[in-house]
């Protein structure tokens, strides 16, 4: 359980820092010495059923007790509510006194309330402190808001409020204790209009009708001991699928029959963790478990125990329209992730923001887990390698990155706080839970988070009492003091490269340094961390056995792994399933290089297939090797079917793509067509029944890349299949098909599927795809200034032009600067201009395109006012791009011309596109 006493020794010590270092420091904590028990709540909304106020009316009756002698005020949060009276009453609910509202302290900065009373509380007894007030229903996403929708059968405008009270949002609903510590149990009342439908936490006991005419009270059952975060009501026009005593899916009534998907998922889900962690739901202290979708939300979903609020598309799937795999995929994915939160988060919470990772480490891992479990069509498991491992080991190489523990005296404010909310903290988190899995084993690991769980049900907790189960579970013996382990990974930030190098034909030799994107910006080089080690080889292929042969000690320099045979080729870190990189000395990476070439890949697992992808590419972003020797290794994949590798290698030369001159693109292209055969030979351009997920998937990808540089034979299958079939693509597939017929041609036809479309979102996919078209001038004359179209609709439409049609981005930029005014006229702004052409900058790849972009600069400036200096950014960034081409893609541009055999390639292929273009102008 957590410690009072230590946080509150740790807060005194904080403030004594300030005091001494002679600095300000605000304190925005509350200290522990009144903690609430109870909160007896009702909020009266003041709106009819057609329209709501801008304004609610609130009570609450808070039950407390002093944890000390000689407490003479309460101090608590609130933040826009006027407090019209408060009262304090005793035990057994009689009033002791009423407290005036000069006795009453406010800190705009802190958002606390302090509550001078005029004796002080005795200890341990009950008391209650009694509060009437006014709130806001903001127009924002915070607190209490409203949202709303246009019912189809009638076009009114129907309206729902509701409630988002994470991170520190319940101070905006009612006075309150806004700490994740400060667990209570809550009685919620609403009073509302008489034609809509009130949901909460917990079940609904029963329904008043008041003497107002069309107004109602609804009274819920009291909640769990939980957070003030967690707390949620919505109250709409809504309709259930389900028992909403039990489990059910909440949504608009028109929304109904879409939601039978997202119900069994739900079920599905419940039932699973029911299994898994062997304390079921309803024994968590609620009963209802209610999944509702709003038409506006900040988030995907939000947590709140037995009341999951979702943005609307991932509990509603229209046919044809949002019921695609990725759709799918994405419902299935989030409803497993908040649903895991009624456990992790809900029932064991944090301590503190500090350690928020200890709620959706947990989440993350598994929504892509359990969801692998229950729908294995997604292969979830393997995507969350690429996906999630991938992704974070990115970002978390720099010095702005965090580590998942920071210092609680590191998080205090709000804008603090916020930071936790970060992808360290969703994606690494679980990268390292998933580590801790594989490391330890299923069984040993579930058992240790069965106890975890359990023993700190509707407690707080920080890393240690996870880290106590962890230990107590994990196999023996090791080689690795699991508590510096623990610490590396969650306590330090960044991660190691391990390199290996052949001593001689039986043995190898292990070495590690922290990878950093760039060594000079401050970042601490010489960070090391306990490795666990696990590894295959030609010998001895097994790549399913996760557990680590042995523990690379951090205070080790060198590593020697010996084998009893000799080795033709090695490859570590079995599945990517720990948190660190490979780097293989050249020879191994050769005979690899030969391994993967041989039938099957010669067995190498998908997943390390896209490790040796992803880590080569970014081995070349610091150095380590070049782009010639990565493009070389890719090779490999003109026999590559599989989705999960092509990920990889698609987020890896996307960033190399986007520096090649229009005069590079060419060779590059041809090496794309090259490498690509055996996966477009599988998959071509047409969907097909018997396609997997990831099939679907592949396709996408795949279709886009070889599009977007100009395969022909991609491009005329796309155009004929799009001439001949009068079937629609799937959601999935739509955009990315319809993007590459634009491009080839069908751009007219794309528009009219635009303009005769009414679906709000489908309208955007098709602009989006009728803005890759290479007819860039008739685009963005005839529709990206039109006054139809929205500003939001002409940013995304410039964009497409040139993203799609890298090699058309300096005549598209004289396009649009030749009367910058009318651009400025369609996105209504001299700053938003700035900013598109900013993003169109970040595709100029040549000293030429500079100058015309530093020309512009000087003949237009006094037109952006203080915009220019997103302009000048903009200008130093072309600098920064092209010399970085120059310090690192000149040996791959000479190995592409060279592979590519034919001196007049580059001038073919350019002419090539010409006439490509003018033919698409004519067939339009």
Not at 233 to 256: C, H, I, K, T, W
Not at 598 to 604: F, L, V, W
Not at 871 to 895: F, G
């Amino acid at each position: 359980m957590f410690s009072l006493g230590r946080s509150v020794w740790l807060l005194a010590g904080l403030l004594s820092i300030c005091l001494i270092a002679g600095v300000e420091c605000t304190n925005y904590r509350l200290e522990r010495t009144v903690l609430p028990v109870f909160y007896n709540l009702t909020i009266g909304l003041r709106a009819d059923a057609n329209q709501p106020s801008d304004s609610f009316d609130g009570a609450v009756d808070i039950t407390l007790k002093a944890t000390q002698p000689n407490v003479n005020a309460i101090v608590l949060h609130k933040e826009d509510i006027d407090i019209a009276e408060v009262a304090l009453y005793n035990d057994a609910g009689s009033l002791l006194y009423r407290i005036a509202n000069s006795s009453l302290t406010y800190s705009l900065a802190t958002q606390k309330l302090t509550v001078q009373l005029l004796q002080p509380l005795s200890p341990n007894a009950n008391f209650t402190l009694h509060f009437k007030y006014r709130g806001k229903v903001n127009s924002d996403t915070k607190g209490l808001f409203s949202a709303s929708y246009v019912e189809q059968e009638t076009g009114l405008t129907k309206w729902m409020v509701l409630t988002q009270l994470q991170r520190i949002y319940a101070r905006l609903l009612f006075p309150c204790f806004d700490e994740p510590a400060f667990k209570a149990r809550f009685q919620l009342h609403i009073e509302r209009p008489s034609g809509l439908h009130a949901i909460s936490n917990t079940q609904l006991i029963a329904t008043t009708e008041l003497r107002n005419k069309n107004r109602s009270m609804d009274h819920f059952q009291v909640t769990p001991f939980m957070s003030t975060y967690l707390l949620a009501f919505m109250v709409a026009e809504s309709q259930a699928r389900g028992n909403l005593s039990d489990l059910a899916v909440v949504s608009r009534p028109q929304d109904y029959s879409n939601s039978e998907f997202s119900y069994n998922v739900a079920q599905r889900a419940r039932d699973a963790y029911d299994k898994l962690f062997q304390h079921p739901y309803k024994e968590l202290g609620n009963e209802a478990l209610l999944h509702a979708a709003s038409p506006r939300f900040p988030h995907n979903g939000m947590e709140n125990w037995g009341l999951i609020i979702y943005s609307q598309n991932i509990l509603v799937h229209r046919p044809n329209y949002t019921d695609g795999w990725n759709d799918k995929e994405t419902s299935i994915r989030i409803i497993v992730h908040e649903t895991s939160h009624m456990w992790f988060g809900d029932s064991v919470t944090f301590a503190w923001w500090n350690n928020f990772w200890l709620n959706e480490a947990f989440a993350r891992y598994y929504e892509y887990f359990m969801s692998h479990q229950l729908y294995p069509a997604y292969q979830l498991d393997e995507q969350f390698v690429v996906r999630q491992l991938q992704m974070i080991l990115t970002l978390d190489a720099n010095n702005g990155t965090q580590p998942l523990s920071s210092p609680e005296a590191d998080i205090r404010s709000p804008s603090e706080i916020a930071s936790k909310f970060s992808s360290i903290t969703y994606a690494k988190g679980s990268s390292i839970v998933r580590m801790w899995r594989n490391a330890m084993g299923t069984e040993n690991f579930d058992l240790a988070i069965r106890n975890y769980l359990r023993q700190h049900h509707l407690g707080n907790t920080v890393p240690k009492d996870l880290f106590t189960h962890l230990k107590a579970n994990w196999p023996k013996p090791l080689n690795a003091d699991l508590d510096q382990f623990f610490y590396d990974f969650t306590e330090q930030v960044g991660y190691p490269i391990v390199e290996v190098s052949r001593v001689d034909s039986s043995s190898f030799t292990l070495r590690q340094r922290r990878y950093i994107l760039d060594p000079n910006d401050g970042s601490d080089r010489h960070l090391t961390y306990t490795v666990p080690i696990t590894y295959t080889t030609n010998v001895w292929r097994d790549f399913e056995n996760l557990a680590p042969v042995t523990y690379f000690n951090k205070w080790d320099d060198t590593m020697l792994l010996p084998f009893s045979d000799p080795i033709e080729w090695i490859v570590l870190n079995l599945q990517q399933s720990n948190y660190y990189r490979v780097q293989y000395a050249p020879s191994l990476l050769r005979r690899i290089h030969e391994a993967l070439i041989e039938t099957n890949h010669s067995d190498i697992h998908v997943a390390n297939r896209a490790a040796i992808i992803d880590d080569l590419f970014n081995l070349a972003l610091i150095g380590l090797n070049n782009y010639a020797e990565v493009f070389e290794f890719m090779e490999y994949m003109s026999t590559e079917t599989d989705y999960i590798p092509w990920y990889a290698a698609y987020v890896g030369m996307d960033k190399v793509a986007m520096r090649l001159t229009s005069d590079q693109l060419p060779n590059f292209k041809k090496y794309l067509i090259d490498i690509t055969d055996g996966v477009y030979a599988k998959l071509g351009v047409r969907w097909a029944s018997n396609d997997t997920v990831l099939d679907v998937y592949n396709r996408n990808k795949m279709v886009s890349w070889l599009c977007k540089y100009h395969h022909f034979k991609c491009e005329d299958e796309v155009r004929e299949s799009f001439d001949k079939n009068s079937e629609i693509p799937s959601p999935d597939y739509r955009e990315t098909y319809y993007c590459a017929a634009s491009r080839g041609g069908r751009y007219l036809r794309i528009m009219e599927y635009y303009r005769n479309e009414t679906d709000p979102t489908e309208r955007e996919l098709l602009w989006r795809a009728a803005s890759c078209t290479r007819d860039f001038y008739r685009h963005y004359h005839d529709e990206i200034l039109n006054e139809s179209s929205s500003v939001s609709l002409k940013t995304v439409g410039l964009a497409q032009l040139y993203r799609q049609n890298p090699d058309l981005v300096t005549y598209i930029f004289i396009a649009v600067t030749t009367d910058i005014q009318q651009l400025a006229d369609a996105l209504q702004s001299w700053p938003k201009t700035a900013t598109a052409l900013s993003d169109m900058a970040d595709y100029f790849t040549t000293r030429y395109q500079q100058q015309l972009f530093a020309e512009f600069i000087n003949e237009s400036f006094m037109l952006f006012g203080s915009s220019d200096e997103i302009l000048r950014q903009a200008l130093l960034k072309i600098e920064k791009n092209i010399l970085w081409a120059d310090q690192n893609l000149d040996q791959l541009v000479r190995y592409l011309a060279t592979r590519n055999g034919a001196a007049d390639l580059t001038l073919m292929s350019a002419l090539l596109l010409v006439v490509t273009s003018l033919l698409n102008f004519w067939l339009t």
